[in-house]
C-alpha cells in the first residue's frame, strides 16, 4: 500500500510539474513572439535608413528567443556536453553546419550549445522542414530568413532552385555567418531502414545510428556561397582561426555536427516542455574542415558526404559502447567541456519578455480606449 501511494505522490508530482511548464510556456510565447515582431514593426524606419543596425537588433532579439527555449530544458537539467574541435574561435567565419537528425530535440539542442559562440545564433541562417513554418516559431523564423525545405522527390528540384534565390537575397544582405542544415532529410527513425535498403543496392556501408546524406540542399549552398576559382574548385582562403577575417563574403568553413543521447534515446520537444525525463547530458561533437578540403562537383561532394557520415556511425557506435567520444587527432584522449548557460543573462532576458508583453497589452489597451 504505501509503494502505491509513493507512486501516486510521484505521478501526481510529475504531472503538476508538467502542467506548470506547459503552462509557463505558453505564456512565454503569448508575450515573447508578438513582443519580437511589434519590436521589429516599430524598428522598420530603422530598416529603411541603415538596415545593418535593423537586422542587428533583430539578430540579438532572435538570440534572446532561443534563449528562452534553451532555458526550458536547461531548468529541466538537460544540459549539453561538447567533444572535439573548439568552434568558438571561428564564431565570426562563414560556415555551413551539417549536423545528424535524430528528434525535434536536435533543434533545441543546437539552440542551446550554440548560445555561448559569440554572434553565431545572431547571424545564423537555419534550414528545416517547411512544416516548422506552421508552428509557434514558424513567423519568427520567416521574419529572421530562415529556410523551409519541402522533402519529396516531386518538389525537390523547385525548391533547390528556391534556396539558391533565397542565399542569394537574404544571406549576405542580413549578414549571415553559419548555415545550418540536417543533410539526412529527415529523422533517423523514419529514414533508416530506406537508407540501409538503398546502401545495399549501390554497395554502400551499411549504417544504423545515422542514415546517408542526401546532396541537393549542401551543393547548392556550396555552390552559391564559395569563392570559386576559374576551374570550378572552391577557393582557397581562409584555412586557419587566426586568418579570421582574411575572406568575407564566401564560406570558410564546414562544421561537421554530431549529436549523441545517452543510450541512443532522443530527446523530443515534448520532453522540452513537460520535463517529463530524469535530467539528461546530451553530447555534442564538432569536427571542423577548412573550406579547401571541401569538393563542390557533385559526385565527388557526395563521396565526401558519406565519408562524414560514416565517421558519425564510428563516432556514435564508439558513444554508445564507451558512454565517451575517441579522441581527436593528436589527442591522447578525449576531452569534453561542459556547456553551462548564464542564469543572470536567462533572468533578465525572460524578465526582457514579460515586461514588454505587458508594455505592448498597456499600449494597445491605451489605443483601444482612444479609439472607441
Same mark, same amino acid.
Given at each position: 500500500?504505501?509503494?502505491?501511494?509513493?507512486?501516486?505522490?510521484?505521478? %501526481?508530482?510529475?504531472?503538476?510539474?508538467?502542467?506548470?511548464?506547459?503552462?509557463?510556456?505558453?505564456?512565454? /510565447?503569448?508575450?515573447?513572439?508578438?513582443?519580437? %515582431?511589434?519590436?521589429?514593426?516599430?524598428?522598420?524606419?530603422?530598416?529603411?535608413?541603415?538596415?545593418?543596425?535593423?537586422?542587428?537588433?533583430?539578430?540579438?532579439?532572435?538570440?534572446?528567443?532561443?534563449?528562452?527555449?534553451?532555458?526550458?530544458?536547461?531548468?529541466?537539467?538537460?544540459?549539453?556536453?561538447?567533444?572535439?574541435?573548439?568552434?568558438?574561435?571561428?564564431? !565570426?567565419?562563414?560556415?555551413?553546419?551539417?549536423?545528424?537528425?535524430?528528434?525535434?530535440?536536435?533543434? %533545441?539542442?543546437?539552440?542551446?550549445?550554440?548560445?555561448?559562440?559569440?554572434?553565431?545564433?545572431?547571424?545564423?541562417?537555419?534550414?528545416?522542414?517547411?512544416?516548422?513554418?506552421?508552428?509557434?516559431?514558424?513567423?519568427?523564423?520567416?521574419?529572421?530568413? *530562415?529556410?523551409?525545405?519541402? =522533402?519529396?522527390?516531386?518538389?525537390? *528540384?523547385?525548391?533547390?532552385?528556391?534556396?539558391?534565390?533565397?542565399? !542569394?537575397?537574404?544571406?549576405?544582405?542580413?549578414?549571415?555567418?553559419?548555415?545550418?542544415?540536417?543533410?539526412?532529410?529527415?529523422?533517423?527513425?523514419?529514414?533508416?531502414?530506406?537508407?540501409?535498403?538503398?546502401?545495399?543496392?549501390?554497395?554502400?556501408?551499411?549504417?544504423?545510428?545515422?542514415?546517408?546524406?542526401?546532396?541537393?540542399?549542401?551543393?547548392?549552398?556550396?555552390?552559391?556561397?564559395?569563392? =570559386?576559382?576559374? /576551374?570550378?574548385?572552391?577557393?582557397?582562403?581562409?584555412?586557419?582561426?587566426?586568418?579570421?577575417? /582574411?575572406?568575407?563574403?564566401?564560406?570558410?568553413?564546414?562544421? *561537421?555536427?554530431?549529436?549523441?543521447?545517452?543510450?541512443?534515446?532522443?530527446?523530443?520537444? =515534448?520532453?522540452?516542455?513537460?520535463?517529463?525525463?530524469?535530467?539528461?547530458?546530451?553530447?555534442?561533437?564538432?569536427?571542423?574542415?577548412?573550406?579547401?578540403?571541401?569538393?563542390?562537383?557533385?559526385?565527388?561532394?557526395?563521396?565526401?558526404?558519406?565519408?562524414?557520415?560514416?565517421?558519425?556511425? *564510428?563516432?556514435?557506435?564508439?558513444?554508445?559502447?564507451?558512454?565517451?567520444?575517441?579522441?581527436?587527432?593528436?589527442?591522447?584522449?578525449?576531452?569534453?567541456?561542459?556547456?553551462?548557460?548564464?542564469?543572470?543573462?536567462?533572468?533578465?532576458?525572460?524578465?526582457?519578455?514579460?515586461?514588454?508583453?505587458?508594455?505592448?497589452?498597456?499600449?494597445?489597451?491605451?489605443?483601444?480606449? %482612444?479609439?472607441?
Amino acid at each position: 500500500m504505501a509503494q502505491l501511494l509513493d507512486g501516486a505522490s510521484k505521478l %501526481c508530482w510529475l504531472l503538476l510539474k508538467a502542467v506548470t511548464r506547459f503552462v509557463f510556456m505558453f505564456i512565454n /510565447n503569448c508575450v515573447a513572439i508578438p513582443s519580437y %515582431c511589434l519590436y521589429l514593426l516599430l524598428l522598420q524606419p530603422l530598416r529603411i535608413w541603415d538596415s545593418p543596425a535593423f537586422w542587428h537588433i533583430e539578430g540579438v532579439m532572435f538570440k534572446w528567443l532561443l534563449a528562452m527555449v534553451s532555458s526550458w530544458g536547461w531548468i529541466a537539467g538537460y544540459t549539453v556536453t561538447e567533444w572535439g574541435d573548439d568552434v568558438r574561435p571561428i564564431s !565570426e567565419d562563414e560556415a555551413m553546419v551539417i549536423v545528424n537528425h535524430q528528434s525535434t530535440g536536435d533543434v %533545441c539542442t543546437l539552440m542551446m550549445c550554440l548560445q555561448d559562440k559569440g554572434t553565431v545564433v545572431e547571424k545564423m541562417m537555419w534550414l528545416m522542414d517547411h512544416v516548422f513554418k506552421y508552428t509557434n516559431f514558424g513567423l519568427v523564423s520567416l521574419i529572421h530568413g *530562415d529556410f523551409f525545405i519541402r =522533402q519529396g522527390k516531386a518538389h525537390r *528540384d523547385k525548391q533547390l532552385i528556391y534556396l539558391k534565390d533565397h542565399l !542569394e537575397r537574404y544571406y549576405h544582405s542580413r549578414d549571415r555567418k553559419w548555415i545550418v542544415l540536417f543533410p539526412e532529410g529527415g529523422f533517423l527513425r523514419k529514414r533508416r531502414e530506406t537508407s540501409q535498403l538503398f546502401a545495399k543496392k549501390r554497395s554502400l556501408p551499411h549504417l544504423t545510428h545515422v542514415t546517408l546524406p542526401r546532396l541537393g540542399a549542401s551543393h547548392v549552398i556550396l555552390k552559391t556561397l564559395s569563392a =570559386q576559382q576559374e /576551374n570550378g574548385s572552391v577557393g582557397m582562403d581562409t584555412v586557419t582561426p587566426n586568418q579570421r577575417g /582574411n575572406k568575407r563574403g564566401s564560406l570558410q568553413w564546414v562544421i *561537421d555536427v554530431t549529436i549523441a543521447y545517452p543510450k541512443a534515446k532522443p530527446m523530443d520537444i =515534448q520532453t522540452w516542455i513537460f520535463g517529463y525525463r530524469p535530467p539528461t547530458v546530451t553530447h555534442v561533437h564538432y569536427r571542423m574542415y577548412p573550406i579547401k578540403e571541401v569538393p563542390v562537383e557533385a559526385a565527388a561532394l557526395t563521396d565526401w558526404l558519406y565519408q562524414r557520415f560514416v565517421e558519425k556511425e *564510428d563516432l556514435l557506435a564508439h558513444f554508445y559502447d564507451t558512454g565517451a567520444f575517441p579522441p581527436t587527432d593528436g589527442q591522447k584522449g578525449a576531452v569534453s567541456r561542459q556547456m553551462t548557460l548564464d542564469p543572470v543573462k536567462l533572468v533578465f532576458i525572460q524578465s526582457f519578455a514579460f515586461v514588454s508583453g505587458y508594455i505592448w497589452f498597456r499600449v494597445f489597451q491605451f489605443l483601444y480606449c %482612444c479609439l472607441f
